[in-house]
Each structure stands twice: as structure tokens, then as C-alpha cells.
């Protein structure tokens, strides 16, 4: 019995203690904020009231002026040519070429017409590549596009073996 009360006043203690502890800390940055404020200008905040006031007096002389009647006869104006606006306009859409236009679109489609001319051109080129590297390939004699003489006759590659033999016996 007298450890678990011993116990209680021990943990009493330790929390009192960190109560004191936290007490003192919170002194201690109320002293401290205190200090700092000072090193900040007052502000200055000016008084509008006479201002507010002639304002205010300003309004009423207008709510005086204009009685209901004429504000709810301007309403009425506006809800009447509210009304009078159609729920569908009609508008006319045409779709035109102007002068400008029309040659901006010839030049465009002649730019595709040279696209396409110039891209079969280059697979025709492609192409007749890659015939001359078959016929290298195979050895066959290469004709030229006219067809009358031959431009040159090609031989199969010599083994590389066979060039540096005869390289060498020129070199010694």
C-alpha cells in the first residue's frame, strides 16, 4: 500500500513539476513577444467617420429624391425590354473564300502536288538503288535506264583472303 501511494505522489510530483517547467516557458515567450512588439512602428489606422457619415446623409438624399415609383418604373422599363429581346436570333453563316484566301489555298495545294511528286520520285530512286545493289550482288551487267549501252559490267567481290595475299607479295 504505502509503494502504490509513494508510487501517486512521485507521478504527482514529476507532473507538477513539468506543469512548473511549462508555466515558466509560456512566461517566458509572453516577456519575450512583449519586447519584440515594441520594435515594430505603430500603425496608424485614420478615422473615416466623417466621411461615412457624408456618405451615408448622401444616400438618403438620393432615396428621397427618387420615391419607389420611379425606381419601379425604371424596373418595369428593363423587364420590358428584357422581353422584347427574341429567345432565338436569327443569323445568317457563310462560309466564302475572300481574295486573300483563295491564293493562300493554291499555294497550299501545290506544295501537296510538289510533297507527292518529289516522294514518288525518291521511292522511284529507292527502287533503282536497290536493283543496282542486287545486280552488284549477283554479278549481272547493269544497263542504263535508256537501255542502249551497258554502263558497266560487274564482277563478284574477290575474296578477302586472295586481296591481302597479293597485298603483301607487293609489299615485300
Known sequence: MKDEALEKLNTQEEVINQLIKDNRELQERQLAMETKSSLYPQVYIPDYKDELKHVGSQLALLNENYAKERWQARLDQLDNRIQAIPKVIPVEHHHHFEAKSKWILIIYFMLI???????????GFAFEAHELRMARQ?????????GNAPIKENKPPKNKAKVRKSRAKHNE
Do not use: N, Q
Not at 502536288?113 to 521511292?123: E, F, K, S
Not at 549477283?138 to 535508256?146: K, L
Open 113 to 123: 502536288l510538289l510533297v507527292a511528286v518529289l516522294t514518288g520520285t525518291t521511292i
Open 138 to 146: 549477283f554479278g549481272e551487267t547493269v544497263v542504263s535506264a535508256s
